[in-house]
């Protein structure tokens, strides 16, 4: 069990290393490095596969022991396989992101049409306008018509109510 234990801590290590030489490689051998990282830590997996089946074999005073180290192992190799798959998805969004950018660069971006409903949008708007000044005349007139038509009622209410009562 002990040579086994280090022999699968050797291998996290070495993952931790290519880890850290995946994020200097290039474009073209980032997928490599990745398939391999992936295959080491498939491995790895399939070590501690076989160290918990040792652990439950091993002595009752020793078992707790080595049960602590095969899931720290555990932990650190889940933690590798976390690492791989953030960096896999960042770097799948930054070429996503790229080939966004690379379409908007290539798109050709026309303006007599737009122009021409820009023109359109402002005539309609000055006439707009026209009539708002026209509405807001009439507004103001038609204030003073109802003033007044509610004078001449009230002093025609008052005249009734003063000489026929």
């Given at each position: ?10 291998q996290?290590?070495?993952v ?5 030489r ?12 990745e398939n ?18 040792l ?5 009752p005073n020793?078992r707790q ?6 899931d720290q192992l ?8 976390t ?11 930054r070429?996503q ?8 660069l ?26 708002m ?12 018509i109802?003033i ?11 005249l009734?109510?003063k000489?026929?009562?």
């Amino acid at each position: 069990m002990e040579t086994l234990y280090h022999q699968t801590n050797k291998q996290i290590h070495e993952v931790q290393t290519h880890m850290g030489r995946l994020e200097k490689a290039d474009a073209q051998s980032v997928h490599l490095v990745e398939n391999e990282i992936q295959a080491r830590i498939d491995q790895i997996f399939s070590s501690l596969e076989r160290l918990e089946i040792l652990t439950s074999k091993e002595p009752p005073n020793r078992r707790q022991n080595a049960k602590l180290r095969v899931d720290q192992l555990k932990y650190d190799c889940q933690h590798l396989q976390t690492a791989l798959k953030n960096f896999q998805h960042r770097r799948y969004t930054r070429e996503q992101q790229d080939r966004e950018r690379e379409e908007l660069l290539q798109r050709t971006f026309t303006t007599n049409g737009a122009q021409k409903k820009i023109l359109d949008v402002a005539n309609m708007l000055g006439m707009s306008n026209t009539v708002m000044r026209l509405i807001e005349k009439r507004a103001f007139q038609d204030k003073f018509i109802m003033i007044g038509g509610m004078v001449v009622t009230c002093i025609i209410m008052v005249l009734a109510v003063k000489y026929l009562t």
